[in-house]
C-alpha cells in the first residue's frame, strides 16, 4: 500500500516515518522547499526524540521518500492524508482551512484510481464534507466511492512522545461511512490493531468532533488544577497533594493535573478556540471552553504580574532574572503560544533585564535564527546564555517557566549562593513549574505554585 503524506510538519512527518516502520511505501509531501532539501539531505527540522533515527531507518529501506512534487505522489497513492497546519485564524479565532483546501484541491487533480483522502489535520466538524465538495467541484467525473472518498482520521500524538504516541496510542478513531474506505483504513492501522488498539470507527462529524472534545477537555483539566493552585494557596493547601488526592479517583485520573503557567503549544490554544466558534455558530454554545480560554488568557498575565510583584518589594533599580526554559513543555523546540512568549515580554516592557537558558535555544545555537518563525518578537532584547548555570549566575531571581529533566538535577546550593540578596531579603527563586519540592530549598524565598511560600 502506497501513502502520500501531505505536509511533513510534525504530524506529518511522525506519522509518515511511522507507517513507513509499519512497512507501507510513504511519501511525505512538503510545499516547503528548504524542509525537502534538509529532509533529502538526512536533516531533521524539528526536534522530536527517536525522529531522526526513525527517519533515516525508512530512507535506508527505501519506505520513505520526501518530495515538493505532490501530482506525482498523489497518482501513485491508494491512502493520501492530509497534514497541514490549521492554524486560528487571524481576528476571528475559527481554524484556518485554507491549507487544508488548498491541499485538497491539489490531490484532487491528481486523483488517479481509487484513492482514499484523510483529514489528518485538525479540523472542524463538517471540514471532510467540503474537502468531499471540493474534490467533485474540481474533477466533476470522479465518482465518490467509486474513485475515492474522504475519511476523517484525527492525530492524537503529543510533541516531545510523538513516536510512542503513534506508535502505541490510547486509540485511533476513524470517521467514514463507506465499506470500501472503511476496509483500507483499517488494513492502514493493522499493525496496531494486532496489539489490541481500540479502533473507533464512526461518521466523519464525530471523529472531527472527537478530537476537539478531548483537546477542549484536557485543557479544561489543566485550567481546573491551576485555578485549585491559586485556591490552595489562599487557603495553606497544598496543590500537589490535592491534585494527587483527586487523580487516585479512577474517574478522575492522574494526568493533566500538573500545576504550570497556563497551556500552550500547537494544539490546545487554537483547538480551544475553534472549538468554542463551531460551538457559537452552530448555536450551541460552550461556555465552559469560553471560560477555560479567558482563564487561561489570564493565568499567564497573573504570572507576569507575580514575578514583577516580587522583584518590586526588593526595589532593585534595574532587576535581572534567569528564565530556565522557553519552550511550552520539555522535548520539544515548539515555541507556540508557549507562557514565555507572555511573561517575557511583560518583564522587559517594565525595565526587567533577561536572561534566557533552554536546552534547545541557548548561546549561538543554530535554532535562533528560527525563533521570529514562532512568534518571538523579543529575542534580540534578551541574553541567551550558553548553559543554565551561566544563566543563573549573579542574577536577582531565577525563574523555572518549562520543566525540562536538565533543570531538576540543578545544585539549589549553587542557586542560592550565586543570587544576589538585597539587605532585608532571601535569594528569590520562582518554580512555575514545581519541579522542587519546598522542604528540598533552604536559605532563599522559594516560590512554587499552589503551595506557601518558603522563606527561610
Ligand atoms: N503538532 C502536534 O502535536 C499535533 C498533534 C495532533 C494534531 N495536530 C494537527 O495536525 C495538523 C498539522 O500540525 P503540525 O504541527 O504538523 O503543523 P506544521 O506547521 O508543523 O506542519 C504543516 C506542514 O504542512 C505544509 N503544507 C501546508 N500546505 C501544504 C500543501 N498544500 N502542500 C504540501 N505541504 C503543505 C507546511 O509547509 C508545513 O510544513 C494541524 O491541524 C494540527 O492541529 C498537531
Known amino acids: 500500500m502506497k501513502i502520500t503524506m501531505v505536509g511533513s510538519g510534525y504530524v506529518g512527518l511522525v506519522t509518515g516515518a511511522c507507517f513507513a516502520e509499519f512497512g507501507f511505501d510513504v511519501t511525505c509531501v512538503d510545499k516547503d522547499k528548504r524542509k525537502i532539501k534538509a529532509l533529502n539531505q538526512g536533516k531533521i527540522p524539528i526536534y522530536e526524540p527517536g525522529l531522526e533515527s526513525l527517519v533515516a531507518q525508512g530512507v535506508k529501506n527505501k519506505r520513505l521518500s520526501f518530495t ?57 466538524v463538517g471540514t471532510s ?84 472534545a478531548a483537546n477542549g477537555f484536557l485543557a479544561l483539566k489543566i485550567s481546573f488544577i491551576n485555578q485549585m493552585a491559586d485556591l490552595c494557596e489562599q487557603a495553606g493547601a497544598d496543590v500537589q497533594e490535592l491534585a494527587k488526592g483527586m ?34 455558530d452552530l448555536g450551541t454554545p460552550c461556555t465552559i471552553i469560553d471560560a477555560v480560554i479567558e482563564a487561561n488568557k489570564q493565568r499567564k498575565i497573573n504570572m507576569a504580574q507575580r514575578i514583577l510583584t516580587k522583584l518590586n518589594e526588593r526595589s532593585i533599580a534595574k532587576p535581572r532574572v534567569a528564565i530556565l526554559g522557553i519552550t511550552f513543555k520539555p522535548n520539544t523546540d515548539d515555541m507556540r503560544d508557549a507562557a514565555s512568549l507572555v511573561i517575557i515580554p511583560e518583564l522587559l516592557s517594565k525595565g526587567v533585564d533577561v536572561t534566557v537558558y533552554d536546552p534547545l ?55 542560592r549562593d550565586t543570587l544576589a540578596t538585597p539587605a532585608g531579603h532571601l535569594p528569590l527563586l520562582i518554580d512555575f513549574r514545581n519541579i522542587y519540592k519546598p522542604n528540598e530549598v533552604s536559605g532563599m524565598c522559594y516560590i512554587s505554585l499552589g503551595r506557601p511560600e518558603v522563606n527561610g
Open 361 to 415: 535555544y541557548f548561546k549561538d545555537c543554530d535554532r535562533l535564527p528560527h525563533l521570529a518563525m514562532q512568534g518571538v518578537d523579543w529575542a534580540d532584547r534578551v541574553t541567551f546564555a550558553p548553559s543554565a548555570r551561566d544563566c543563573i549566575k549573579e542574577m536577582d531571581a531565577v525563574i523555572i517557566l518549562t520543566e525540562w529533566n536538565e533543570f531538576r538535577g540543578i545544585n539549589l546550593g549553587e542557586i
Open 247 to 280: 487523580g487516585l479517583d479512577n474517574r478522575i485520573g492522574r494526568k493533566f493535573l500538573n500545576v504550570s503557567p497556563g497551556y500552550g503549544g500547537s494544539c490546545f490554544p487554537k483547538d480551544t478556540l475553534a472549538l468554542s466558534k463551531t460551538a457559537h
Open 129 to 212: 464534507e467540503e474537502v468531499t465538495a471540493i474534490i467533485k467541484r474540481e474533477r466533476p467525473e470522479l465518482v465518490e466511492g467509486v474513485d475515492f472518498d474522504v475519511a476523517s482520521n484525527p492525530e492524537f500524538l503529543r510533541e516531545g512522545s510523538a513516536i510512542q504516541d503513534f506508535m502505541r496510542p490510547d486509540r485511533v478513531v476513524i470517521g467514514t461511512d463507506n465499506q470500501k474506505a472503511r476496509d483500507m483504513m483499517q488494513r492502514l492501522y493493522r499493525p496496531l490493531y494486532l496489539i489490541e488498539t481500540p479502533i473507533l470507527f464512526t461518521n466523519k462529524p464525530t471523529a472531527e468532533l472527537i478530537k476537539y
Open 68 to 124: 515538493e512534487d505532490l501530482i506525482h505522489s498523489v497518482k501513485d497513492a491508494n491512502v493520501v492524508m492530509i497534514a497541514v497546519g490549521t492554524p486560528s485564524r487571524r481576528g476571528d479565532g475559527h481554524a484556518d482551512l485554507s491549507y487544508v483546501y488548498e491541499a485538497a484541491r491539489e490531490i484532487a487533480t491528481a486523483i488517479n484510481g481509487y484513492t482514499v483522502i484523510v483529514t489528518k489535520s485538525t479540523v472542524p
